[in-house]
């Protein structure tokens, strides 16, 4: 074992939060070290995390991928483009993903070693006195002493008992790596994740079921977004099934055998492929020694205050780990804030203006409020939609489905939500963020002069008609 080596800052872990709190403490002036244990599909260390090496960027890889082909079947010939029988080689998708994915982890390596970040590939466990362990991939040890430490050690797929990974049940891990595309698809779960590669399967030509303990479709999500997503995926083919709870599976010769009740009986799927997808934990198992005075709760998330400090001087933890919404930007400003506190400089995040979205076809996005949570608390709104199916750059495009909604308080006519369904919403939903950050009103953004053609015509006619006042619809 070496002798400790001495930082201003070491962060454990370099996913989303870990890496922009490295980045931007080095920027600010400090000594700063990381610590990963990431393994790419070659072997080789691989930094970025989750969102980079298995969640976010290889499945919006595979998402764009399935779409085009998609596409081709289902819109090319609105636009006349007629061809032989498209054919979709799985191999090569994956192998696409593959090479994005290590553009960009190595992309990472590349920011650190410009911003002089130190790296240590292996698992680090904090000690008491912000000493941080680092057991590295080649089996030895070193230590770090840190003046201030921050946790950033992301989330792992929740496994059920019943359901163990392999090579036929599978997480989201398993799901972006498939040699071929499955007759069935099973998918426990209508999430996020399972409706995202759900959708990417379902484009190749699987027969996807999806099983949903909860009795209500997408019940984060505005009512009328989750009405009309629900109408589209069974359009294309996903059979979403509510109220199922699953309880048994088993692996046999003709596929894995899914047990569950619909609330009326027992039943039974059998699928080729299984993926389970029913929610994400904290990777804190392991990563904290007696002592610390670090404390986790009863989800294995580490306790923090409104700033993400842990208590414990100099200890700080931020990401999937701490309280809050499982999302790669919100790991970003998280690090970002705690890496400037720790400078001496005003560092914040805004929770209530963290955009969220299902990158489904068509996309869902919101940020605020939806009507539901304002008639629970009794704040009084006014409401106004525009759908896309009147906005001529989306039916030029062939992609007139969803709409927007722009939710203001009826008295102050602050912005207090936005709920979007359709094409590149994902896009279309900051101009709620930045209206909101900004506290502006619902008349601010109909006064906002908008491209004609755009698909963001949508939010300029729904801010209008909250005042009854949209041109292109009746009010």
């Not at 001087?313 to 931020?318: H, K, M, Q, R, S």
Request: aromatic share 6%.
């Amino acid at each position: 074992m070496s002798d400790t080596q001495d930082f201003d800052v070491v962060v454990i872990g370099a996913g989303p939060a870990g890496y922009h709190a490295a980045i931007r403490a080095a920027q600010l002036g400090l000594k700063v070290a990381c610590i990963d244990a990431g393994i790419g599909k070659d072997g080789k260390p691989a930094l970025g995390g989750t969102c980079l090496r298995i969640g976010c960027i290889p499945s919006k890889a595979l998402l764009d991928s399935s779409r085009q082909f998609w596409n081709m079947g289902h819109i090319f010939d609105q636009h006349g483009i007629s061809f032989e029988k498209p054919n979709m080689d799985v191999p090569t998708m994956i192998g696409r993903k593959d090479k994005i994915v290590k553009q960009f982890t190595g992309g990472i390596a590349a920011l650190f070693k410009a911003n002089k970040i130190t790296t240590f590939y292996g698992f680090g466990q904090l000690q008491p006195g912000n000493i941080v362990s680092v057991k590295q991939h080649d089996g030895s040890t070193v230590l770090l002493k840190g003046t201030n430490v921050i946790i950033a050690a992301g989330s792992d797929s929740i496994e059920l008992p019943f359901a163990k990974f392999g090579e036929h049940i599978v997480d989201n891990v398993g799901a972006l790596d498939f040699e071929s595309t499955p007759k069935r698809l099973g998918v426990i779960g209508a999430g996020v994740i399972g409706l995202e590669l759900g959708s990417v399967w379902n484009r190749l030509g699987a027969q996807v079921t999806i099983l949903e303990a909860l009795p209500t479709f997408l019940a984060a999500v505005d009512a009328e977004v989750a009405k009309v997503a629900a109408r589209e995926f069974k359009k294309q083919g996903l059979d979403i099934k509510l109220g199922c709870k699953v309880s048994a599976t088993e692996v046999k010769k003709d596929g894995v055998h899914v047990t569950y009740n619909d609330g009326k009986a027992d039943q039974e799927l059998v699928v080729d492929k299984l993926l389970v997808c029913v929610g994400r934990r904290p990777a804190t198992k392991g990563l904290l020694a007696d002592g610390t005075g670090v404390k986790l709760d009863a989800r294995g998330m580490v306790e923090v205050d409104e700033h993400c400090h842990t208590g414990v001087d100099g200890v700080w933890a931020v990401g999937d780990a701490v309280r809050g919404p499982m999302l790669a930007h919100k790991g970003f400003e998280e690090g970002i804030a705690v890496a400037e506190l720790i400078a001496g400089l005003p560092g914040h995040v805004n929770y209530d203006t963290i955009p969220w979205v299902i990158y489904t076809e068509p996309e869902i996005a919101w940020v605020g409020k939806t009507e539901e949570q304002l008639k629970a608390e009794g704040i009084p709104y006014k409401a106004g939609s525009f759908p896309f199916a009147a906005v001529g750059r989306a039916v030029a495009m062939a992609e007139p489905a969803g709409f927007v909604k722009v939710l203001a308080h009826a008295e102050t006519d602050t912005v207090l939500g936005m709920h979007l369904i359709g094409a590149n919403v994902s896009e279309l939903v900051h101009e709620g963020v930045l209206t909101m950050e900004f506290k502006g009103s619902a008349d601010d953004l109909a006064r906002i002069c908008h491209a004609h053609p755009s698909l963001s015509e949508a939010v300029h006619d729904a801010a209008m008609a909250v005042h009854k006042r949209a041109i292109h619809k009746a009010n």
